[in-house]
């Protein structure tokens, strides 16, 4: 889940909720200057559905031992990480196989950097075994972490469409006040453009350049306040959450 500091307390945001609402963005996308994705409908589905493994274990959160908070997406153990992973991107594998390699892939990026920082974690290197495994047969290309170079051109590009959806998202649900990312698909042919995302009060955002097909963005995702912000056992803040209070965070994205 994501946490969001409120006053004494947080605001939290689950996981598929805001890839949900990372979805909603990625399909407003393209313009004069922006191609759209394409494959449109799968494009647009694996950036909605990335977080889908979530749904369980955010039903049952955990709070972060060190100092008694929500545990949030990057405060996960490995034996979590690898079974939300894996259960993100085989959720729809039947049915939107492409999709569900692209989500893959996305998380193979996060494993990446797991075995980078720990190469003797058991789970990170199974679930990278795996990934290669499930996007190989279904994309028909050679080992994926090795060299993501191997994917063809398309595949790379709405990879990174998923990846910048979940930053801007992340953004707006976090309400940071500036943020940049980089290699922003322009095209498919491979031109790419630095995008700088700012925002007054976590609410209101400008995007320079500006990718959409409309002149604004209107968007929200839904919430729920906990009045206090640590919490002595996993049962405690589960008790919280059944108590707490439903919000709507409203967004808007305009031009820079």
Known sequence: MIRRKDSEGWILVYQHDHAVLAGEIIALWGNDDFTGPRPFE??????????????????HPKINPENGYPANFMEMESADQY????????????VHPYA????ALHFDRFNEKSLSKNPGNGKAKLLEQEIDEFVSGHLGVETVSADISALPPDVRINLRFVQVGDIISLTLCHGWENMEIKDVPVDYDGNTALVKITSPDGFNFTMDPYPFAVPIVKCSVPAVRLAQRSFTSDDDLRRALRDSEPVTLDFTIGKG
Do not use: Q
């Not at 799968?42 to 039903?59: C, L, N, P, Q, R």
């Open 100 to 103: 569900s390699s692209l989500i």
């Open 42 to 59: 799968e494009v647009v589905f694996a950036v909605a559905e990335h977080d889908s493994g979530w749904k369980e274990w955010d039903s």
């Open 83 to 94: 079974k939300i992973w894996k259960g993100s991107y085989l959720g729809h594998a039947g």
